[in-house]
């Protein structure tokens, strides 16, 4: 039995329904809070693939860069070890 802040006897109609409510709201409550954390955790796997992608497409941009590099080297040493022609005008 409730009571009010006189001491008097509070009947509530639907009580039990309310309860049953309330019981309802919980569960679905945590039920959502449940979906939460697995959508969370998809969330941070995502997140991990991506970094993972964006380290790989970093490393491929700086191998490519390398082998630019390498070329262009190699371009000058192929350049350089041609011999001149004495005999060739220069202009």
């Known amino acids: ?15 039990a329904r309310a309860q049953e409510l309330f019981a309802a709201v919980v ?3 945590d039920a959502l809070k449940q979906e ?10 995502l997140r991990h693939a991506l970094r993972e992608l964006q380290a790989a497409v970093q490393e491929r941009w700086e191998a490519e860069q390398r082998c630019r590099e390498l070329y262009r ?4 040493a192929r ?3 041609v011999e001149r022609d004495p005999n060739a005008m220069l202009n």
């Open 73 to 76: 080297e190699h371009a000058i």
């Open 79 to 81: 350049a350089r070890a």
């Open 1 to 15: 039995m409730l009571r009010n802040s006189y001491g008097r006897r509070v009947v509530i109609a639907g009580l």
């Open 27 to 29: 569960g679905e409550r």
């Open 36 to 45: 939460l954390a697995e959508v969370r955790r998809d969330r941070d796997d």
